[in-house]
């Protein structure tokens, strides 16, 4: 059990979504950087639900629990919680500043806290959106089958609310066993974005065509700001107006988390993670899964700089991260039932 100390409209319970209820009309939602919080989440035994890429993303988890344990997402800092219990929890994703009761601790990390520890997460070096697990995961209401956030439909975590000071977060039964006194952590961390550039791989989408040359052009080879009005819907990109080669009326359509729609402003606009699930803009193009979380770690002001690749290209790209998750989940199994000293 933990107490919230500092509240803020970004800082949510979060887990791996609802992919499911997409059909339904209900945002994916979940974790912006999905295999950030699976990775908090293997570090302490809990399900991971992992999705690394979308093949994954609605299969069961082997412990029956199908979004994973929630977590909270951080993405204000600094932000301090209380145990008011002896607990493990990890801190993964965005890395900066971790301390316990003033300790500092290695990113990436797992350990335990006593009751009455402060935990402060301040503001990272690298990367935007900071991962809290905790041990058994953070145990709120299952909602169309997840525990995550969905703000803008006020339903699922706490409430259906951002966390506030105060609030008082339980947790569901522990794993055994849990992680050493000493603490363990990722040997091969989930990759961030570069400081200059976020280079996120791009499949063209069925407009593509319709924008001039010069615009699918600009579109490749510009490199874009994230706008302060990036959010966990959208994140809204300043850069050379796009034009397409003759107005278009489109019928609302499905779309989904990566896709890159421009409004008649010219500026595009990328689907995040609470994207609605229709709309009606031309598409330009669709950020493969893998790269969404690269893009989630990009903080306002950052730069993007969209590279095609083909269907393959992100076919493999998928197989990869998903092989990669898989093989760190491996070893982690088999290193938590091994004798380790205190």
């Avoid at 293997?42 to 082997?62: I, K, V, Y």
């Avoid at 966390?163 to 066993?177: I, T």
């Avoid at 849990?178 to 952590?185: I, T």
């Avoid at 990759?191 to 052009?217: I, K, N, Q, S, Y």
């Amino acid at each position: 059990m933990i107490e919230i100390l500092t509240g803020s409209a970004l800082n949510t319970i979060q887990d791996q979504g609802r992919p499911r209820a997409m059909t339904l009309g209900v945002a994916r939602g979940g974790a912006m950087d999905g295999p950030a919080l699976a990775c908090g989440n293997m570090l302490l035994g809990n399900p991971t639900g992992d999705r690394t890429g979308d093949r994954t993303s609605d299969r069961t988890s082997d412990s029956g629990e199908p979004a994973g344990a929630a977590g909270i997402e951080i993405a204000f800092f600094p932000f301090r919680v209380r145990f008011l219990a002896a607990l493990a929890f990890a801190v993964t994703g965005a890395r900066g500043p971790v301390r316990l009761d003033g300790l500092a601790l290695p990113p990436d990390w797992a350990c335990w806290a006593a009751p009455g520890q402060v935990l402060e997460i301040g503001p990272p070096a690298e990367g935007c959106r900071t991962y809290l697990a905790l041990a058994g995961g953070i145990d709120v209401p299952l909602v169309l089958g997840a525990r995550a956030t969905d703000l803008k439909g006020g339903f699922g975590g706490l409430e259906g609310r951002a966390l506030q000071r105060g609030d008082v977060l339980r947790c569901g039964p522990a794993a055994e066993p849990g992680p050493p006194r000493c603490g363990w952590g990722l040997a091969e961390r989930c990759p961030l974005p570069d400081a200059g550039e976020t280079r996120v791989r791009v499949l063209p989408a069925a407009e593509f065509g319709d924008f001039t040359a010069a615009a699918r052009h600009a579109f490749l080879a510009e490199t874009w700001r994230v706008t302060p009005s990036a959010n966990r819907m959208g994140y809204r990109l300043e850069g050379e107006p796009l034009a397409l080669q003759r107005a278009m009326s489109l019928f609302s359509h499905g779309i989904v988390p990566g896709t890159v729609q421009v409004p008649p402003a010219g500026q595009p606009i990328v689907q995040m993670a609470d994207a609605n699930t229709c709309g009606g803009y031309p598409k330009i193009a669709t950020v493969i899964a893998p790269d969404l979380r690269l893009l989630a770690q990009t903080p306002v002001n950052g730069r993007i700089r969209f590279v095609e690749a083909s269907r393959a290209e992100a076919v493999a790209a998928l197989r990869d991260a998903a092989a990669r998750q898989a093989r760190r989940q491996a070893e982690f199994a088999a290193l938590r039932h091994m004798p380790i000293p205190a």
